[in-house]
């Protein structure tokens, strides 16, 4: 088992075409993905560190084109790195093959070999490493009845569902006993119920072979379920590191609170107030004095009155005779709650109701009142976006 030290790591991609062959009107891909651009190149990662205790599941998580990936891949000796140093198990990595990191990779695609057996392909990096035939066919089994793809062995890829390849791939790196078990996008290519289902084999894998996890997602509902710490990247940076718990209950900044929890966060623009020492929020006349615990933070802090990004979960809004009129524009029925879309001071907002077993009617067009407690309101920076709570 092992460590795993990341200590400011930058990677850049270097430019490859001349700017004079760019139109003046054209926008470049690293703008739209809004990476930062200097003379070296296009910085994908900047100032990435991150401490991974023993046997700790690390789940890196964040929107296409954030840099998780590229993290991963130069924990993997897969990219260079471009500054910083890596450590595994307090030994320097950066210039140290793949091969010799003593890591195991499951990649999206599965790349599996075609032309072998699930067998083959499980046994293929221990015949590599000329370990005997016997450990081999140990090994092998052990994982594969782990997994429960045992009835599949002398199968080939193709005759297998994608779920299935999917194991097989994680078989082929359970069998190395590998360090550190590095996953990237495993679950993206498989079905919604498909992918509940292998969500829950990796959680109880992890538990079976107790090794150190580095997951790379963008479904923020695997990152929620399967990490003990979630580290949220946005352009290259990180922008919150905490258990799954901590950054749904404390995001750090307005792109955590949105991008954690689903449906996404209510924004709301509005005022904070403090008057006789205490602070509440005001929304369109309706007035919501913050909780006791809130209040310690924002006067610790010396956070003075202003204009503020009120945020609020959907399922933390209140129906009742006081507070902001909403408009119905859309109600969901979801089983158990119904999801009602409403327009609320030029805004769109999501408003989770139980139904309790009762029929839950909104019609469009009708008026609601929705109100909120206070010690469920985030209180964000409208110039940094930062939670002025911490």
């Known amino acids: 088992m092992a460590t795993v030290s990341l200590r400011n790591i930058k990677k850049i991609y270097p430019n490859t075409e001349s700017k004079g062959k760019k139109k003046k009107d054209e926008a470049s891909p690293e703008e739209k993905v809004n990476l930062q651009i200097t003379d070296e190149g296009v910085v994908a990662v900047q100032a990435f560190n991150l401490e991974i205790a023993d046997k700790e599941f690390i789940v890196l998580v964040g929107p296409s084109g954030c840099g998780k990936s590229t993290t991963l891949r130069m924990v993997a000796g897969l990219e260079d790195i471009t500054a910083g140093e890596l450590y595994i198990d307090d030994k320097y990595m950066n210039n140290v093959a793949p091969k010799d990191r003593d890591i195991a990779m499951v990649f999206q695609n599965y790349a599996l070999y075609p032309h072998m057996t699930v067998y083959e392909n499980m046994a293929f990096s221990l015949q590599l ?12 089994r052990e994982a594969a009845e782990i997994l429960g793809i045992t009835q599949y062995l002398n199968r080939k890829p193709k005759a297998l569902s994608g779920g299935q390849r999917q194991r097989v791939a994680i078989g082929r790196a359970i069998v190395r006993s590998p360090k550190v078990f590095l996953m990237d996008e495993p679950l993206s290519n498989l079905d919604a119920k498909l992918r509940n289902q292998m969500r829950a084999e990796i959680i109880k ?123 119905v524009d859309v109600s969901e029925l979801m089983g158990s709650t119904v999801h009602i879309h409403l327009n609320v001071l030029g805004k769109d907002v999501i408003v989770i109701v139980p139904t309790e077993g009762k029929v839950a009617h909104f019609p469009m067009g009708s008026e609601l009142m929705l109100g909120f407690d206070g010690g469920v309101a985030h209180i964000f920076s409208k110039e940094t976006e930062r939670n002025l709570e911490w």
Do not use: C, W
């Open 129 to 140: 490493k000329k370990v005997d035939k016997a450990t081999i066919d140990q090994k092998v």
């Open 205 to 327: 894998l992890r538990q079976r072979i107790d090794t150190t996890f580095i997951y790379v997602t963008h479904d923020q509902t695997e990152a929620m379920t399967l990490g003990d710490r979630i580290v949220i990247m946005k352009d290259g940076f990180i922008q919150q590191i905490g258990t799954p718990q901590d950054v749904f209950d404390h995001p750090a900044n307005l792109f955590v609170a949105g991008f954690i929890g689903s449906p996404q966060m209510n924004f709301f623009d509005a005022k904070l107030l403090k008057e006789n020492g205490k602070y509440a929020v005001e929304l369109g006349g309706y007035k919501v004095e913050l909780s006791e615990e809130k209040q310690a933070r924002l006067a610790a802090a010396n956070v003075e009155a202003q204009d503020v990004v009120l945020g609020v979960r959907p399922d933390h809004i209140k129906l009742g005779s006081e507070g902001v009129k909403g408009r």
